[in-house]
């Protein structure tokens, strides 16, 4: 990705005060910076440039800008700037093809009249998001799909846009291919440490009604939680948090993280509000491993609703030595920030719920898990016949995304047939990248063991965009690797590597599986049973077919391991595993073979011309056509990247523009011709599935797609670097196609075995060997391939031996083509039956029975099997080829002088006696160290081929006596000593004679095959389990021999070799059952060796020159190195080399009689590689291993080959990494050709050695010369070398540490170059003066004329002590030289401001000096000058402005560009300070200030030590290298160091302005810190633990601390930055240390910033201790230039250039504060020059503790003020701003319309009202209540009180509280001042009902409604952008009605309006106005009165009758008075009815 400006013209260019300007453009974009060129004499310049920036993978984020900058070139110091102006990067993002004209601004941001005008396009990547592209969030997939880019996307546009003018959806999807899977396929998994910072920033529009958010973060186990926010849905929290682990890359990006925002006002399971989770690797794959103010979407998975809310966080993943990113907000952020375009989440705006459906048929192959020991006991006390039980208890899991799910538990099976079907609900897409599998065994007791794991990558099997599919695999079997299969009772070191973690070291099994994504909802149960039909539909899945896997061994060396003979097991899955008790046993090992030392370093296995071959059958699914599209694509990339080579190489020979085109264009027609090819297809047998048919569609779709890419790119027709770069991306495209995730063939494996003993291995991937008729075959299919072996596990990083080296051939295929495997040999393969014949020692005799006798007599290798050779019955198709005859092993030829060129004979001279008796001989005198027999030393004979040195002698380098003798009790035993004593019976003496070789090795060693042949080829051993060797020795009790037999095929076609057994004698018929012999045929395959037709004899000449950067391994700090090279059986040392770290060998070592097998022309395209390997000598114990590289030889078969060797830099690694370099070249030669080996006769076997001649006849190439016997590297190959002239300036030391307990105080320094060393002055006290008093050196020296070839400098210390000690302390090592070369003729010197003493001219200086002597006096355009009249001082006449509010930080701000926070500042028209985002020193303009001198640390220590090596001391000093004439006599060019400053100390004042730290590392248990500062110079300092910054980690200090000091005794400035404890010691933080003595001599100036302007007042006074004229003076000095002339005040001359003060200020308004204009002109005339201007750095702090890692950051600066340039200006007050205090006043009156909640007995809507009111900080205040408000009036006249500090500048609220009641300090908060106001509903039982509320900022406040009726949400600017807002510090008082609100479902309902007085008051205000809260006394500003409320407002409890009155009687009382009416007018007639008389009843009843 990348964008393009093109800049056209510009126009109303300013003009010069001379003439017009010299403009060009120059665009700026994070630091990249790209300019035009430069128009003279214009004001309308026309460019028409275009102005490319390369976006390296990285999009464009939203929130960047575009600097667009017009300058007016100048000839001497910096460039003017005319104009500049900003372009948002979201408008480019936006449009992609933006073309505008931009009026520009000056510097002070004032508009201009000159506009610019560009053309601005951008490549944006293709998937539309991540960081700012396209309309929506980014998309965070399993794919990749929005956050990782690739960051070889080519510039330009080749994607196809479709009709909106964006790129189509197929083109895009070619884009999505370098996702996460490609970088993870390229991280380490060595664990390291890895910190992880996460700052939780904000959210916003979190779902839910006054929720109270906390948020809580969840990585590698650990949680952690920000703090509790009240009452808001948009908390901000801006809180940092640090994760820590040592864990290795490629499992961090697997760590899942999450995030949650809970409502902890809730308890229940719904206080969950929304949840984010994603793993690391999504952010580890961004540019530096970090994301910077991100927003996620907050969703619940559970509920899947929606979104839940928005939360923003930076977060940043560091491991060691990367440079943690700023979390700082920067200004204007918050306000144009583009949430849509910045926001991480699902493709579309909803998460939709999916289920992964995972069908689990059937899984085999698993290892064995439990003990056997109940088996042993029922096996031992005969308990049933039963079958073998099967170890384990397996089931699966399935996991993605967090989730697992798993399977039915199976018991007592290694094949379980689950058949189930799970399913996991997740949110579609996920972040989550990979499915994991997960086979553990069930255990009844004890955890649950982990089998194996296998890992389904989700971007492999899924395809995202218009054209892609869902997550689907199979049926298809996935492999399982892990640990060894082997079972341990105690486990084993690797078996973490079951979980996943790290490579595999061996197949554990497979499982058959299907996988399916629905988008639905989640199911209600997870596993089901699988249904029937499914079953039966994958049975054809499970078809096998035959393959075999054949395996050449050519060459085993430098075998680590010799303790017991070594085998190498090839296995594919279980097939040939030979250790696993659970597989049945197969011939898939070579032989045993005992490991033979070469003579010199290494071990290797003679197998000479009978190398081994294995054959291994299996049975495997046949998918061919999925491996062969593998291989078409990687042979096409493996093309396109040899091509590559071959392009590059002819661009560095600089070959024509059209050749290179032409070569590039073939290439393409090529590409073309391959990818037009159709992929292969499923074919006969072969299945296919869902995803194959996908996956081919999707390859065919980009395989297409490159084709028009690269049609594309031919009509451009653009610069050949720019199509090597796309095509290189295009390699890279096709790369990551040639994945194939269904590869359900396991791979293979190489196991070294020793002694039955797993050791090493090797894992090859089955595609790289498989072979296809079609042409498809694997890479290193049938040929010869080079293998290193490693260590298992964790001690691959331990170990720095390489365990073997083995050159070998495979071959995979089915069985039918096995017929190519041997077409493709040249060699003759030879099949062997074999047997061993097995004897113990009884009674002196060999015999075949007996209690030893623990083997069969005959049998295999092991002796766990029978193999009589009259059992053996050829196979059907083979006969024998001759009879059983012995073949002894080939290791037994070597004897103990193998490889020796000469060797020590020693035989033992022992004696007895009796106790107190005489010595004498003993019975057995001669014999060896093991006490076994042996000749005198007068009968030990010769060796043929030898010769003697000397005669027998005593070996007196021993512990022994003066006689040679040593002592013991007896010699059977052992332990004997050098002091005779009383109860010593035995002693002995060692004799001794060195014999030399002086015949040929080679015919030595065939003399004694011949005579191995002739002996009955016995091997012998004290037990079989124990190693065999050659010779008899007296603790030998068993011995054996080897028999073969050698088999012929009968017929043409191949058959399968696997013999048959008969019993012809009978008489072990009874010792075997039918499991054994199905074993033993398992095992009755046959040995197959390679026996070469061909073998040529080579010479091999490694030129070794020398080596640089290499470890230092002793405690001096240097080492004692030579270099081993090992080639095939042989190697050879090079010279030790004392005391360097840069050797220079100089030396060729020559390998005669190199056996190679084969034709030659093979070995010429695939030679053997060399192996170079570099140590320390040491004089005891082992040498140390520094490094080693492997590289290859060049091969010339001929003469007539003119190639010539070349030396090259090789790298050398160790377990660190890089170790080094080594500069060496390899040259191998054809030395003879042997006969055909078919063809010789035991007579003919002189045709077998080495000829002098090559092929044709031809002598070899002359040796190389000799220098002290041993060869030279020779002319034409070794570098060609010039007389050369180094400048050595020896400044000084610094900072000596201790050594050997004592001071460092007379050092001095010794240079080595190349052959030359010189030797330093010594300091006589460091204590007193630490530099050199004389510090110029000169050396005249040869170096190499090619800077390729330039050897390092050393830098050795030493200190001169007391007795003649010099001891070296330390050493330095400068690997170049190259950046000190400079010309033969020195540049003109310079003189220093402070003295007269001549100082070199840095270069850097150098262009103002030439520039300098061009110019002529006069204006730059040649004019007369014009008449210039001093300028009246205007600001004598100027008002100086109101300070009272400013203060320094007002610059502060208005530099960082927060101008809200600086006041009346800009206004006014103040300079700003220039802020820098790192240290000083790394400002790329002022070179780290190494102009004067370089800072070189010394180092001490071993490299071998895993701490490292220790800094001890500081050299400063610095080089010149230039060419001398040839002519020794010729007169020398002058020196370009003659003359340097004093170096006596000097006097300094040094002032350190410490402002404010930010993101520093917690120190306290709640995630703060309680930091302060304590700064050191010297001896002296100066601690502020008083003033401690309470539980912050971003404290504002604003200290300035003086010091007085000598430089350079104190030079270093250490600020510590410690958190305060109040009972233990105080921790430090971090530090940063700041070399004073840099900036002191540098010539930058900087001690002291020159200011922008000369103030001689107010808050921008001018400190330093010269004045602008005088440093202008000292600069013309320094430089050689003429003294400034001055016409006038108001006009300066500098080297010919006039400057006038006019030009200057001509756009500045005029400042009381200003100084005399003379030293105005001279202060701008010095921001014109490379000196230091007013800054402010941000300095790293560092921990010693986590040295890898930033601890914060800190801003500061320093000045320096020499005692001799006078005293200092005054200090800066930058002292912190101190908050007022302020009371807010709110006077609630009245509330309207409020929403009725409650519902009252007699059914009214009704609502007990209160209002609710607070400020962060301050309590909550509340009104009474106003009781039954039936029309949602409410009637308080109330007041709130609210005292808080404020700080006015910042306009921000200070709340300062204690977190907890225990807390020891407050905690400050800065918030915005927001009043929030709510309205209440009160219950007496139940919770209150919230109704309604309202945040104010009382900033920014939305002015109130006049009456209730205009009160609406519209006037609040949440709903209505054009709402009126006022701040209320400024209005004091408003009053009127608010709306109250609240959020339902997303949406903002009016609940009521409260009608308030709010008032704000200074304290001293409140003072004079004093009044209480609600209407307590005093009642006053403004008196408020009870509220006329109804008298229907009351609480019914406190008052029965009266709620009677006014709630029962009001409504029902005329139901009231008619029902007393009733039930009077009833009373009455009842007792009217009583009361008649008695006499009257009968009447009425009779009547």
Not at 386 to 414: C, H, I, N, R
């Amino acid at each position: 990705m990348s964008f393009t400006v093109l800049a056209k013209k510009a126009s109303n260019v300013p003009k010069e005060k001379f003439g017009k300007s010299d403009p060009y453009c120059q665009i700026v974009y994070q630091g990249q910076k790209q300019k035009t060129k430069v128009v003279k004499d214009s004001d309308a310049p026309e460019w028409n440039e275009t102005l490319g920036f390369d976006l390296a993978g990285k999009a464009l984020e939203s929130t960047e800008s575009i600097t667009v900058e017009l300058k007016d070139w100048e000839r001497i110091g910096s460039d003017k700037l005319l104009g500049q102006a900003v372009v948002p990067a979201r408008d480019l993002i936006n449009s992609k093809d933006l073309e505008l004209s931009v009026k520009l601004s000056d510097k002070n941001g004032r508009p201009t009249e000159t506009t610019v005008d560009l053309q601005l396009k951008y490549v944006a990547p293709a998937s539309g998001g991540g960081g700012g592209g396209g309309s929506g969030g980014d998309a965070v997939d399993g794919g990749g799909d929005g956050e990782d880019f690739d960051e070889d996307d080519p510039e330009g546009e080749i994607d196809e846009p479709g009709p909106d003018g964006k790129p189509t959806a197929a083109s895009a999807a070619r884009k999505r291919k370098r996702d996460r899977q490609k970088m993870k396929a390229k991280l380490s998994t060595k664990p390291q440490d890895f910190q992880v910072r996460v700052k939780v920033v904000e959210a916003r529009q979190l779902e839910g009604s006054n929720v109270h958010p906390v948020c809580k973060l969840t990585l590698f186990g650990e949680t952690k939680t920000t703090r509790v926010k009240k009452a808001t849905g948009n908390p901000i929290w801006n809180e940092v948090f640090y994760y820590s682990n040592n864990i290795s890359p490629a499992e961090i990006v697997d760590e899942m993280i999450n995030f949650e925002v809970y409502n902890s006002k809730k308890l229940r399971s719904d206080a969950l509000i929304g949840n984010f989770s994603c793993d690391c690797g999504l952010v580890y794959a961004m540019s530096k491993h970090t994301v910077l103010n991100k927003w996620l979407l907050l969703s619940d998975s559970e509920d899947q609703s929606g979104v839940r809310g928005y939360l923003k966080i930076c977060m940043a993943i560091l491991g060691p030595g990367d440079e943690a990113p700023s979390f700082k907000a920067k200004p204007g952020d918050a306000e144009h920030e583009d949430i849509e375009s910045n926001l991480l989440m699902p493709a579309g705006m909803t998460l939709a719920p999916a289920n992964f459906i995972l069908k689990a048929y059937s899984a085999e192959d698993l290892p064995r898990m439990d003990s056997a020991m109940m088996e042993g006991v029922k096996k031992f006390f005969g308990v049933g016949k039963q079958k073998p039980k099967e170890l384990s208890d397996p089931y699966m899991t399935f996991s993605f995304a967090g989730q697992t799910v798993s399977t039915k538990v199976l018991y007592e099976t290694y094949s379980p047939e689950f058949n189930q079907e799970l399913k996991l609900a997740f949110k579609f897409p996920s972040v989550a990248e990979n499915l994991t599998l997960r086979m553990f065994d069930w255990d009844r007791i004890s955890a649950h063991d982990i089998i194996a794991s296998g890992i389904v990558s989700v971007s492999q099997i899924s395809r995202s965009g218009d054209d892609g599919y869902l997550p689907t695999f199979g049926p298809c079997y996935v492999n399982f690797y892990g640990s060894t299969r082997e079972f341990s009772e105690l486990g084993g070191d690797n078996e973490y590597l079951n979980k996943g973690n790290g490579e595999g070291v061996a197949y554990r099994g497979r499982i058959l599986v299907e996988l399916k994504t629905n988008l639905e909802e989640k199911a209600e149960v997870d596993v089901v049973d699988c249904d029937p039909e499914d079953v039966t539909r994958i049975s054809k899945y499970m078809r096998r077919h035959r393959f075999m896997l054949n395996v050449a061994f050519l060459e085993a060396t430098m075998i680590c391991d010799t303790d017991a003979p070594v085998e190498f097991e090839v296995s594919i899955g279980t097939y040939g595993n030979k250790l696993d008790d659970t597989v049945m046993p197969t011939a898939s090992c070579t032989q045993p073979t005992n490991a033979v030392f070469d003579g010199c370093r290494y071990n290797f296995l003679p197998w000479e011309n009978k190398r081994p071959c294995i054959s291994v059958e299996s049975f495997w699914e046949d998918i061919s056509f999925r491996i062969d599209t593998i291989n078409i694509l990687l042979g096409i990339v493996d093309m396109m990247e040899s091509r590559f080579l071959k392009i590059k190489t002819a661009q560095k020979a600089n070959l024509p523009e059209i050749e290179i085109k032409s070569m590039l264009y073939s290439l393409m027609d090529e590409l073309a011709v391959k990818l037009k090819q159709p992929l292969p297809r499923a074919t006969g047998s072969q299945l296919s599935n869902e995803l194959d048919k996908l996956q081919l569609l999707n390859r065919e779709t980009e395989m297409a797609g490159i084709i028009e890419d690269m049609e594309k790119v031919r009509l451009r027709d653009p610069e050949p670097a720019e199509i090597l770069t796309e095509l290189s991306t295009l390699a890279e495209t096709l790369k990551a196609q040639a994945v194939e995730p269904q590869n359900s063939i396991p791979d293979v494996f190489i196991w070294m075995l020793v002694g039955n003993k797993r050791t090493a291995y090797y894992r090859l991937p089955v595609h790289q060997i498989i072979y296809s008729p079609d042409g498809h075959s694997g890479k290193y299919c049938a040929k010869e391939m080079t293998v290193v072996l490693k260590h298992p596990g964790q001690k691959a990083h331990r170990e720095w031996q390489i365990p073997a080296k083995l050159r070998l051939k495979f071959w995979f295929g089915k069985k039918q083509f096995e017929e190519e495997w041997t077409k493709c040999q040249t060699d003759d393969v030879v099949v062997m039956a074999e047997t061993y014949e097995n004897q113990v020692a009884l009674l002196g005799k060999w015999v075949t029975r007996g209690p030893a006798m623990t083997r069969p007599k005959f049998s295999d290798s092991t002796g766990k099997l029978k193999l009589k050779k009259e059992s053996f019955f050829p196979p059907a198709g083979w006969e024998w080829a001759g009879d059983w005859h012995v073949s002894p092993e080939l290791s037994l030829i070597y004897n103990r002088d193998a490889g020796h060129k000469s060797f020590i004979e020693d035989v033992y001279e022992l004696q007895t006696r009796i106790p107190a008796g005489p010595w004498h001989m003993a019975k057995v005198f001669w014999t060896d160290a093991l006490n076994d027999t042996m000749p005198a030393k007068e009968e030990v004979e010769l060796p043929e081929g030898w010769e003697w040195d000397n005669d027998w002698s005593v070996d007196m380098n021993r512990g022994v006596d003066d006689e040679g003798f040593e002592y013991c009790v007896e010699s059977t035993i052992g332990g004997f000593g050098p002091v005779e004593k009383t109860y010593h019976l035995s002693r002995r003496r060692r004799w001794i004679r060195q014999r030399t070789m002086v015949a040929e090795s080679n015919a030595i060693k065939e003399k004694d095959q011949e005579a191995l042949k002739a002996s009955e080829g016995w091997e012998y051993a004290p037990l079989f389990n124990m190693k065999f060797h050659g010779k008899e020795s007296k603790m030998d009790l068993v011995r054996r021999r080897r028999w073969h037999r050698k088999m012929k095929a009968t017929g043409k076609e191949s058959k399968p070799c696997t013999f048959s057994f008969g019993d012809e004698d009978g008489d072990d018929s009874d010792d075997s059952d039918a499991e054994e012999k199905a074993k033993a045929g398992c095992l009755a395959a046959p040995r197959m060796f390679l026996e070469s037709t061909q073998v040529n004899k080579y010479q091999l000449r490694a030129y070794i020159y020398q080596a640089r950067s290499l470890m230092a391994a002793d405690d001096n700090a240097r080492s004692d190195p030579y270099a081993v090279v090992g080639f095939g059986t042989q190697s050879q040392l090079t010279r030790v080399l004392d005391k360097t770290l840069s050797p220079m060998w100089d030396q060729t070592l020559i390998f005669d009689e190199i056996t190679l097998y084969g034709p030659a022309e093979l070995v010429a395209q695939n030679p053997p590689e060399v192996v170079i390997e570099v140590f320390d000598k040491d004089l005891i114990g082992k040498d140390e291993f520094l490094g080693r590289t492997i590289c290859k030889p060049m091969v010339k078969l001929s003469m007539s080959d003119e190639r010539t060797c070349v030396l090259q830099w090789h790298e050398l690694i160790n377990r660190r990494g890089n170790a080094g370099e080594m500069l060496a070249s390899f040259e191998l030669l054809l030395a003879g050709q042997a006969a055909s080996l078919m063809d010789l006769t035991d007579t003919e076997t002189d045709a077998m050695q080495p000829t002098s001649q090559l092929m044709n006849g031809e002598d070899l190439p002359f040796a190389p010369p000799k220098r002290n016997d041993l060869y030279i590297v020779p002319t034409g190959i070794r570098p060609v070398m010039r007389r050369t002239a180094v400048e050595i300036l020896c400044w000084g030391m610094r900072n000596m540490k201790r050594y050997q307990l004592l001071s460092i105080t007379s050092p001095s320094v010794e240079f080595e170059i190349g052959d030359a060393v010189i030797q330093s002055p010594i300091i006589k006290n460091t204590k007193k003066n630490p530099n050199f008093s004389n510090a110029l050196l000169f050396v005249d020296t040869m170096l190499p004329k090619e800077e390729y070839f330039m050897p390092p400098v050393n830098l050795r210390v030493r200190d001169h002590r007391a007795f003649g000690r010099k001891p070296t302390v330390g050493m330095h090592v400068i690997r170049s030289l190259e950046k000190y070369m400079v010309s033969s003729t020195p540049q003109p010197t310079y003189i220093t401001a402070s003295n007269t003493d001549q100082v070199l001219m840095d270069e850097s200086f150098q262009a103002i000096a030439a520039s300098v002597d061009g110019i002529t006096n006069g204006s730059p355009n040649g004019d007369n000058p014009e008449t210039i009249v001093d300028m009246p001082d205007e600001q004598k006449a100027l008002q100086p402005p109101d300070l009272e509010d400013i203060d320094w930080w007002c610059k502060y701000y208005t530099s960082i560009g927060e101008e809200d926070k600086a006041l009346k500042y800009v206004e006014m028209g103040l300079d700003s300070v220039m802020i820098y985002d790192g240290p000083l020193e790394s400002v790329p303009e002022f070179d780290g200030f190494t102009d004067f001198c370089d800072t070189f640390e010394i180092f001490t220590g071993d490299a071998d030590d895993d701490e490292g090596q220790e800094v001890i001391g500081e050299f400063k000093g610095g080089f010149k290298v230039y060419e001398l004439p040839e002519d020794p006599n010729a007169p020398l060019p002058p020196k370009h160091l003659d003359a340097l400053p004093n170096p006596d100390p000097e006097e300094c004042v040094v002032r350190v302005y410490l402002i404010q730290a930010y993101d520093l590392q917690p120190a306290d248990p709640n995630g703060l810190a309680d930091p302060y500062l304590e700064v050191t110079l010297g001896k002296k300092s100066i601690s502020l633990r008083d003033s401690y910054k309470p539980n912050t980690l971003n404290p504002i200090f604003g200290e300035m601390l003086e010091f007085k000091c000598h430089i350079p005794l104190q030079k270093d400035l250490k600020i510590v930055v410690k958190d305060y404890d109040l009972l233990t010691s105080d921790d430090p933080i971090g530090e940063t240390i700041i070399d004073l003595e840099n900036r002191y001599l540098s010539q930058y100036r900087a001690n002291c910033g020159v200011h922008s302007v000369y103030y001689t007042s107010g808050p921008c006074q001018w400190r330093d201790a010269c004045k602008p004229t005088e440093i202008l003076e000292a600069f013309c000095k320094r430089h050689r230039l003429e003294a400034p002339v001055y016409g006038g005040n108001t006009q300066v001359t500098v080297a010919g250039r006039r400057h006038t003060l006019r030009e200057y200020e001509q756009n500045k308004e005029p400042s009381p504060f200003w100084g005399p204009t003379k030293e105005r002109l001279a202060c701008y005339v010095l921001n014109r020059l490379p000196m230091v201007k007013e800054h402010i750095e941000t300095r790293i702090l560092r921990n010693k503790l986590q040295p890898a890692f930033d601890q914060g950051k800190l801003q500061c600066w320093v000045d320096i003020f020499p005692k001799s340039l006078g005293p200092p200006g005054p200090p800066v007050d930058i002292s912190a701003r101190i908050p007022k205090r302020y009371e807010l006043r709110v006077v609630i009156w009245n509330t309207t319309e409020v929403v009725l909640d409650e519902t009252n007995l007699m059914g009214e809507q009704m609502s007990d009202i209160y209002v609710k009111g607070w400020l962060p900080g301050t309590k909550k205040q509340k009104t009474d209540v106003h009781y039954r408000s039936l029309d949602g009036d409410g009637n308080f006249n109330w007041r709130f009180v609210f005292p808080f500090e404020y700080l006015p500048a910042e306009q921000v609220l200070v709340d300062k509280k204690k977190e907890h009641f225990w807390s020891l300090d407050e905690t400050e908060e800065r918030t915005q001042p927001i009043f929030t106001v709510q309205v209440w509903d009160n219950d007496f039982i139940s919770a209150d009902d919230f109704l309604g509320s309202l945040e104010l900022n009382l900033n920014c406040m939305p002015k109130p409604a006049k009456t209730a009726k205009a009160c609406k949400l519209t006037q609040l600017p949440d709903f209505n952008n054009q709402a009126k807002c006022v701040s209320l510090f400024e209005q004091k008082k408003l009053n009127g009605f608010w709306p109250v609100y609240e959020t339902v479902q997303g949406q903002p309902q009016l609940q009521g309006k409260v009608e308030m007085e709010i008032e704000i008051v200074t304290a001293k205000e409140a003072e004079e106005r004093p009044t209480a809260s609600a209407r307590d006394e005093p009642n006053m500003h403004p008196k408020l009165d009870p509220p006329n409320r109804p008298a229907t407002s009351f609480f019914f409890l406190s008052n029965p009758f009266k709620s009677c009155k006014h709630i029962i009687w009001r409504n029902y009382k005329w139901r009231i008075i008619i029902a007393l009416l009733t039930l009077l007018l009833i009373a009455i007639i009842v007792v009217f009815i009583y009361s008649f008389p008695k006499e009257i009843w009968p009447a009425i009843f009779k009547g």
